[in-house]
């Protein structure tokens, strides 16, 4: 899902005016409301297709499978990811464990089953993301509910530490018409914000491929 977040350049123009972009969000309930946001979606600004039928056809929302998840793997969630992948429709879940291993959980993302578990091995980033989850107030689940609320449907949450001073929730939504955002979300203070526009044009393809 990450790789097509890109921002809309009229969106980006009307934010350096100091002007806001409305856009019609729905949240976690399926009902619409409007909300100031950064537009972002495909440069041609054509809805990307393949993310809102995914968003559409997951049936398991962000805090559920953060919920299953933990299930599987007691401990705390540093991402969320929804794409299509071999088996189908998933979710991809990195749990740090009450174990003090880092696991990677794969469920269905339309019965929140687990249909892969496995040991994640540790790295420098797995270190720097163990010490930020240790001190935030505001878990992966939170993170999505509150984008929810305003942004449309999460479709990713990751916590990222990568060349900023303090880490932040990272999360991506999609709305009924194709417009995607991203949102950054402090995991102390719960405050969200609209990412910048120089900030979206990075590869953030964290869960692509499986391994960190």
């Known amino acids: 899902m990450k790789r097509h977040l890109v921002i809309a350049t009229a969106a980006a123009a009307a934010l350096l005016a100091g002007g806001a972009v409305t856009a019609v969000a729905v ?9 100031p946001a950064a537009a972002q979606g495909p440069a041609d600004g054509r809805p990307d297709i393949e993310d809102l039928q995914e968003s559409r056809a997951a049936q398991v929302t962000a805090p559920q499978a953060a919920a299953a998840a933990l299930t599987a793997v007691p401990g705390k969630v540093s991402g969320l990811d929804l794409d299509r992948d071999r088996p189908g429709l998933v979710w991809d879940a990195d749990v740090l464990g009450d174990d003090g291993r880092w696991h990677r959980v794969t469920l269905d993302a339309h019965t929140a089953r687990v249909l892969n578990q496995r040991i994640d091995h540790g790295d420098d980033d797995h270190a720097r993301k163990h010490a930020a989850l240790v001190g935030a107030r505001t878990d992966a689940a939170g993170a999505a509910r509150k ?54 044009h990075g590869d953030h393809d964290d869960h692509e491929g499986g391994d960190d």
Not at 27 to 35: F, V
């Open 147 to 200: 984008a929810a609320a305003g942004y449309g449907t999460v479709t990713s949450v990751d916590l990222d530490d990568d060349h900023r001073t303090k880490a932040v929730w990272e999360v991506e939504t999609i709305t009924e018409d194709g417009t995607e955002h991203r949102l950054l979300l402090d995991p102390r203070t719960g405050a969200l914000s609209v990412a910048p526009a120089a900030d979206a």
């Open 27 to 35: 949240n976690g309930s399926g009902s619409g409301t409007r909300a």
